[in-house]
Nanobody
């Protein structure tokens, strides 16, 4: 089992930056993929960024060049560095972890971009 705890969300002005953290309850070395998803009110949950064990990453087109996902295996933590934030980035951001048996989700952290 893996428990995931997100943190770092909050209120930020357009153009600002935030860094989200996702702390796992056990080593992430053997976890194949970890990702960040988001869900805005009235919309479906969507992939924001994903990183696999080799370090390969992929991003939603809407965040390319603005967001960066990384993983620190020593800290069992995955990060999402968000820059040049826009109002449309407002959502609840969720972390997930893909294991052979199932996918685990965190409880989410709210990000609000507003002036």
């Amino acid at each position: 089992q893996v428990q995931l705890v997100e943190s770092g969300g909050g209120l930020v002005q357009p153009g600002g930056s935030l860094r989200l953290s996702c702390a796992a309850s056990r080593s992430i070395v053997s976890i194949y993929g970890m990702g960040w998803y988001r869900q805005a009110p009235g919309k479906q949950r969507e992939l924001v960024a994903r990183i696999i064990s080799s370090g390969r990453t992929n991003y939603a087109d809407s965040v390319k060049g603005r967001f960066t996902i990384s993983r620190d295996s020593a800290k069992n933590t995955v990060y999402l560095q968000m820059s040049s934030l826009k109002a449309e980035d407002t959502a609840v951001y969720y972390c997930n972890a893909e294991t052979p048996s199932r996918v685990y989700w965190g409880q989410g952290t709210q990000v609000t971009v507003s002036s």
